[in-house]
């Protein structure tokens, strides 16, 4: 499995940013279970869960930080999730990576994979 990021850059407070994740080893609207999303990591700061979809349900999740502000979507025919972000402040800096967790259909192991992650800039 292989995820790659892309839309990062600068951009200054109040502006908008989308990222884009595309996944390749394994389809979105095939039979197996997974949860994709975005993470992030500011300089000197943990990795955070920022957004992510579940396949099992379609359930959505946003951070509290982010809630409002940011949207994730999915396109199953171009096997990409992408993540729509608005108003956005100095606070989201960031290094955002792309993550999905699999369970393949015919198959108990849990595998998960990160993108090599795209850095966010909001200037003040």
């Known amino acids: 499995v292989q995820l790659v990021e892309s839309g990062g850059g600068l951009v200054q407070t109040g502006g908008s940013l989308t990222l884009s994740c595309v996944a390749s080893g394994f389809t979105f609207d095939d039979y197996d279970d997974y949860t994709i999303g975005w993470f992030r990591q500011a300089p000197g700061k943990e990795r955070e869960g920022v957004s992510y979809i579940s396949r099992r349900d379609g359930s959505t999740y946003y951070a509290d930080s982010v809630q409002g502000r940011f949207t994730i979507s999915r396109d199953n025919a171009k096997n990409t999730v992408s993540l729509q972000m608005n108003n956005l402040k100095p606070e989201d800096t960031a290094v955002y990576y792309c993550?999905?967790?699999?369970?393949?259909?015919?198959?108990?192991?849990?595998?998960?994979?990160w993108g090599q992650g795209t850095q966010v800039t909001v200037s003040s």
């Open positions: 993550n999905a967790d699999i369970v393949r259909y015919y198959s108990t192991r849990y595998e998960s994979y």
